[in-house]
């Protein structure tokens, strides 16, 4: 796992999509994310590789 884990505000701000939508996709789990407490966190290497594998499976 990497060293930047990042929150939910965070991994929207990266996306450029709006909290709510972040929630709504990490709760579908749709974009990888685990919860610490309540809260939802990122690894932002999965984010990348998730970006990554997004682009390959729309081409």
């Known amino acids: 796992m990497g060293d ?3 929150t939910i505000k965070e991994v ?3 996306l450029k999509i709006k909290d709510k939508t972040a929630y709504v ?3 579908k789990g749709v ?3 685990f919860k ?3 809260s939802w966190r990122f690894d932002k ?4 590789e998730w970006i990554v594998n ?3 499976a729309h081409k």
């Not at 290497?45 to 990348?48: G, K, L, S, T, Y």
């Open 45 to 48: 290497a999965d984010i990348e």
């Open 31 to 33: 974009i990888p994310g």
């Open 4 to 6: 930047d884990i990042i």
């Open 36 to 38: 610490v407490g309540g």
């Open 54 to 56: 997004q682009k390959k």
């Open 12 to 14: 929207a701000a990266y």
């Open 25 to 27: 996709l990490v709760a």
